[in-house]
Every structure is written in C-alpha cells, then in structure tokens.
C-alpha cells in the first residue's frame, strides 16, 4: 500500500517540486503548477465518492487529458474514482491501499509532466539517461 511518504519520496526526486500545506492536505507543485494532491472530503464531491474520501486516503494528480482519466477508471474501477470535484480537470484521484507502488509513481511522475516546464523535463530525463 502506498502512503503519503511513498508520495513525498516520488515527489523529492522531480526536479522544482515542492510540497505545501493546504486546506485539504498536502499538495505538490511544480513551478506553482498543482500536480498531485491528498484528497478531502468536500461536500461538493459526490455522497459515494466522498465517503471513500472521508473513509481512507485518496490521491489525485494531474494527467494529460480526460481520455487518459477515463482510460484508467475502465482499467482499474475499483482503485480510480468515477469523479470528485469539477476542479483542475482533466485529474484523476485514486486509492492509495489499492494502487501498485508501480504505477502510483508513474501516474505521480506524469503528472508532474503535465505541469513542468520544457526545461525541467529536460533535466529530469537527462538524470534518468545519466543512471
């Protein structure tokens, strides 16, 4: 099961992510940019969903466009949430006790894809050349 350390390590390795304090929980950003998210419990989010949220800890990130959200609620139903709230869309929030470590730090270090800049892809991807 992945935790919010597991979350804070995938993070600490992006380059220009940082981690926040915000009212729902701990957020990252890149260059100010949200890309991964602890979920709250809002009342806007709805009753099914906002009882998972409220029940155990929930994810979101960033991807690329709402096919690829949608294309991961199909995959894996069970573990990516149908919706939350209509904020920051396209996202997609999961279920940390049902995601493979795996894929929870692919879909974190996508996410922070979509919202980096050119110039930090970059030098992330030449860091990973460079090992």
């Known amino acids: 099961m992945a935790t ?9 390795s992006l380059p220009g992510s ?41 994810v979101g990130v960033k991807v690329a466009d709402s096919d690829d ?5 199909e995959m894996e139903p069970q573990v990516f949430l149908r919706s939350t709230t209509r904020w920051g869309e396209p996202k997609i929030a999961f279920r940390m006790a049902g ?3 795996e894929h929870f730090a692919e879909l974190v270090t996508e996410a922070w894809r979509v919202q980096a800049p050119k110039y930090l892809r970059r030098l992330y991807d030449e860091s990973i050349e460079a090992e």
Do not use: Q
């Open 18 to 58: 940082e981690e926040r304090a915000t009212t729902g929980g701990a957020a990252w950003f890149v260059r100010n940019k949200l890309y991964a998210w602890e979920c709250h419990p809002w009342p806007s989010i709805p009753d099914d969903m906002r009882a998972i949220v409220a029940w155990e800890l929930v």
């Open 99 to 101: 995601i493979d470590s």
């Open 69 to 73: 959200a949608l294309a991961l609620r």
């Open 4 to 12: 919010l350390d597991d979350l804070r390590a995938v993070a600490a």
